[in-house]
């Protein structure tokens, strides 16, 4: 596996100060001599997102003030913790974090697992022309409007829709699936899966492409059968992205957007559905309530922030592939 | 110990914090204005100019003789409002003050609009802005936001100060509309109003023979400030939602016109068991539904949100009417009344499942019914409708609740002058342009299109509609995507709100919801200071969550009916109390408003 | 080489299992298709499974769609705005990724760092608003490729399958006397061509889909993308707005607006559809690594 953390040497604690200085430098000056081309090679990139990401970062700490769009940044007075608190005095403030992680949450569990057993499956087949035709069709969802996806939901899952009628042909009565709560994350969790499946299976499938070939040689000559060959070639293959693309999806955990839960939702499924960017949308962002909104951003980047934090170094820990 | 060192990460952190700083204020340089300071305590109420036809027009020019065509082909006087065409009293809601042409020498405005449409490349190429054009010598220059990110463009304009010199019908200023003055984006009007620039205005205010009282109050603020130019109906077609009525069921079915509830259940139950379907389409919270057309909840004198019931401010939710609705709008569920859908529908779901055939009464806006009439006759060529008035629930109720436009239209159909006018020099004059839209003679411009291009008066005191394109069966365009041409729809003018070719079944609805009374509808234009918006919105986002989502689980059973008075103290828990302290206050404040 | 029994009946479940899956996920798009050519009227109003267009065939959606001028050039656009974008974040993406997933610069620790914390705090629209107009771009194409040039994601992703790479090939091409520069585009990117072609393929989509940031920038309609227009043309024949004022349609017209939802959707899938299968090819095979050494 490959380490890609950076360690510090540990062992130089006992040199002097001066030593340390003198030699921390020079370690500076050697490595900018060996490396320069390298360096010069993300310059690019850095640029970038000193420009483009650091630069407008300040406006985070929009969320900090009663913020007015007239008089910008440096014209709109502080007022501490004053949006933080707006949010969280909401009755609903729970409800709404807590069913966003809950979402998210079973997305991750089976809209990530989802995904790589089918590039798994799909990798199994034989057949390059069958193959190629499956991995196109089941993509295709991704391309389909949100309000186009959420129309057919709402017209399968109601009372004379087609779930409806699985339902009956079982000997159960026919109601609509989306005025129970208890059904919404099934359904907005399998609308993802549905939507996403393919198109999330492309990057393990690549991964899955990577794999030197001349391993799976090597174990078919060991006597490896196939369902050996995947445990011990494949999935080892593929661990890295797998894991690196779970340390992101955990660090998404509070990132859930409005616009396909405003409209597969009401006010009878709030008790489920209602997440943070709905609620938030609800208050009226027409209002421009940018210190909130910002405040409510922040919170939710905080959260992701640390979750990331705890999933990195598990990660680092347990399998020596991290993020950073 | 490690001194050295920490030399160095010192100075890449203060290298760092120097580089963000000076980021920081490349970037947000354009705010450098103080904020500032409220001129409410120093305003005075405004007061009315002096009477027009004594003085000299505003620029020192003479005034024009009365007459028909004495002001540059156009009629005028400034103090009477005179049937120059033999049209019919009713549509007769003006004076003539302005004295045409506006200038001498052309100038341009730059107006905001939202605007996107498949048969024009934008409003140039309108008739009425052409003709407007020619009388008054304003030229009109167009902006438009991205097709759907109007808000997203307003916010980014303030912010930049990238202001046009009007705004039409932008979105909410954040902060309040009034923040828009404070912050010298928005122009406000009382010094010309009292200078004598808006003598149509002003006539109007004073001196309509209908609707002066509450034109006058809706026009300003507590304090009396005259900031925005709206929307006015003088012909005005008060509701545009409320209940309908399958007739051509009824017809079969025997059946009359309800008028009780005990009507209305009875006349449900036997549509469903002779067309087996579930016949009334319900929505709570959003379009045609309860919340807009309060249906049958007024029935029971309680109301979805807030209602003004004689004078006094009260969340329709905590009355006792409003568990009596609950408890009809469940027993009519659980008999298998409703449509067993109505909580997931959404807007293109609810009409098509009404054209379907599948519904006997509805909650509708009459512009709807036009779709939903030709779909529905697609499959079922008896498919007819008709608008039906609340029912009462006991003998001799008078009901004082359905949808109502008040004559003022809402904060969303408002024009703004800016800041930028005064820059430019042209403030006199835009506002002597804009208060042309609010004579008579502007106001038909503005509502018919130019005579003789798009409609005629007949010798009957009527109009009618002449515009070819609309005649042509070939290119089968409707009369809403050909009207931008020729009229305008949601600016701000002296209005004729009918003057449009509607379905007969529309007209009569109007027609027949305005039979009852609206007494105890609030008034639109209730004015907040931004504190008491701020804290009014805080509370009011959880009770409506909470409201929404109870009522909704009463009336499908989910929550039994005895929980609520639990549901009434949780919403005065959340802070009902104050907010209704602030209506109240703010309401009592409009009422204030006088003359 | 021979298949046990168990893998025979294995193949034959996981065929079946595709053949189920690719019915369902096709239907969407089928969906759409079939509506795309239906009777306006009663598209209105019958919801369903949807296998066959409804009523009359009609090309009307699609008339609707092509009469509009700024179609050809909103194709034009995005075709520029993809095809740009895609070169410039690849080679920066690349070469960053490359850097990044080499174990010996002492600065790499701290880059990454830099560039993973933005992936979790942002400024917001506004300030992101403020950089483009300060920058002088406002109605100008780079607006819409520079704010964006490289995903974090798919740098990261990208790092993860060059840190894949074997140390060796590497050393070896070293020895050779090749520079990084040069190891980058002649090794690195053809053993890493499956991660490579995918990582692409998300620019290319991403900026095929984009529409708000040029809705916000770009006032000029000339420099509009295909989305963006196809959006405007959408909401042209919204009719939601004719609903609240009591216009009567005295014909059809109010129907179109979902017959045109579902013809811009369409117009605006079929070219990926049609591009994707020549990128497959680099993602579905396997790569030996021994070919490619020397």
Known sequence: MVLLNNKSNKYQLQATSAQLSESWFKKISIDWKKYWPLYMMVLPAVLFYLVWLYGPMWGSLIAFQDFSIRHGFLGSPFVGLENFIKFFESPFAFRVVRNTVMINFWNLVFGFTLPIIFALLLNEIRNRYFKRVVQTITYMPYFIAVIVVAGLLVNFTSSDGIFADITVFFGGAPTNLLARPELFRTIFVGSEIWQFMGWNSIIFLAALAAVNTELYEAAIIDGASKLKQIYHVTIPGIMPTIIILLILQVGSIMNLGFEKIILLYNPLTFETGDVISSFVFRRGIENAEFGFSAAVGLFNSAVNFAMVIIANRISAVLTETSLW | ?595 | MRQTSGEKVFSVFNYFLMFILCVVMLYPIWHVAMSSVSDPVRLFTERGIRLLPIGDLTLKGYELVFQNPNVAIGFMNTAFYVGVRTILSMVITVMAAYVLSRKGPYWNGAISKFIIFTMYFQGGIIPFFLMVRAMGLMNNRWAIILPVLVSTWNLIIMRTAFAGIPESLIESAKIDGASDFRIVWTIVVPVAQATVAVIALFYAVTMWNTWFNPAIFLTDRALWPIQLILREILLEHAAVTAAQFGAAGVTEQPMFHLLLQYSTIMVVTVPILLIYPFLQKYFISGVMIGSIKG
């Open chain 2, 1 to 595: 110990m490690a001194k050295s060192t920490l030399n160095f990460k010192i100075i890449g952190i203060v290298l760092a914090v120097v580089l963000l700083a000076v980021v920081i204020f490349f970037v947000a340089r354009p705010a450098q204005e103080q904020v500032v300071e409220d001129p409410a305590q120093e305003e005075p109420i405004a007061e009315d100019p002096a009477d027009p036809a004594a003085q000299l027009n505003w620029d020192g020019r003479p005034l024009p003789a009365i007459g028909r065509d004495t002001n540059h082909g156009r009629p005028f006087n400034p103090t009477e409002k005179v049937n120059w065409d033999g049209r019919h009293e009713r549509f007769l809601h003006g004076v003539n003050a302005t004295v045409l042409p506006v200038v001498e020498d052309p100038v341009t405005l730059t107006l905001w609009a939202s605007f996107t449409s498949p048969i024009m490349e934008g409003l140039h190429e309108s008739y009425f802005f052409k003709e407007l054009e020619a009388r008054t010598g304003v030229r009109t220059e167009f902006v438009y936001p991205p097709v759907g990110e109007a808000v997203t463009n307003f916010n980014m304009r303030i912010a930049a100060h990238d202001l046009p010199h009007i705004f039409v019908t932008p979105p909410p200023y954040p902060g309040g509309e009034w923040q828009g003055v404070v912050d010298e984006i928005y122009l406000e009007l009382t010094p010309y109003y009292e200078r004598g620039l808006m003598p149509n205005f002003s006539w109007m205010r004073n001196n309509h023979h209908l609707f002066a009282e509450e034109i006058y109050r809706d026009t300003m603020d507590d304090e009396g400030r005259i900031f925005f130019w709206p929307k006015v109906d003088v012909v005005p077609s008060h509701p545009w939602s409320g209940l309908w009525v399958r007739t051509d069921w009824l017809e079969d079915l025997g059946l009359e016109m309800p008028e009780t509830i005990d009507d209305w259940t009875h006349m449900l139950r036997t549509m469903r068991d002779e067309k087996n379907v579930a016949p009334l389409a319900l929505n709570v919270s959003l379009w045609y539904g309860v919340a807009y057309n309060y249906m049958f909840v007024s029935s029971f004198e309680a109301g979805y949100d807030w209602i003004n019931k004689d004078g006094e401010v009260v969340f329709g939710p905590t009355l006792p009417g409003y568990r009596q609705w609950l408890e009809l709008m469940n027993k009519w569920h659980a008999e298998g009344l409703i449509d067993p859908d109505f909580p997931a529908r959404d807007f293109a779901g609810y009409n098509a499942h009404i054209a379907g055939g599948n519904i006997g009464a509805f909650g509708l806006a009459y512009g709807e019914i036009g779709p939903i009439l030709t779909a529905g006759r697609a499959i079922d060529p008896d498919f007819s409708a008709q608008a039906v008035v609340m029912p009462t629930s006991y003998a001799g109720q008078v009901i004082r609740l359905r949808q109502n436009n008040a004559i003022v239209r809402g904060r969303g159909n408002r024009e703004y002058f800016t800041t930028r006018l005064v820059d430019d020099g042209l403030d006199d004059i835009a506002v002597v342009w804009k208060d042309y839209w609010f004579s008579q003679d502007g106001g038909d411009l503005a509502s018919y299109g130019p005579e003789g291009v798009s409609f005629r008066w007949l010798p009957d005191g009527e109009y009618e509609w002449i515009f070819p394109r609309l005649f042509d069966e070939e290119e089968g365009l409707d009369f809403w995507t050909i009207m931008p041409q020729f009229k305008v729809h949601n600016w701000a003018y002296l209005r004729n709100s009918l003057a449009y070719m509607m379905t007969p079944e529309a007209l009569q609805s109007i027609e027949i919801w305005g039979t009852q009374s609206a007494d105890w509808v609030m008034p639109d234009h209730l004015a907040f200071t931004p504190e008491e918006e701020a804290e009014l919105a805080g509370i009011m986002v959880d009770v409506n969550t909470y409201r929404d989502e109870m009522t909704l689980r009463f009336i499908v059973g989910d929550e039994p009916l005895g929980n609520f008075d639990a549901f009434v103290s949780t919403l005065e828990d959340m802070g009902l109390a104050r907010a209704t302290e602030i209506m109240n206050a703010s309401l009592d404040r409009y009422f204030a408003r006088g003359r």
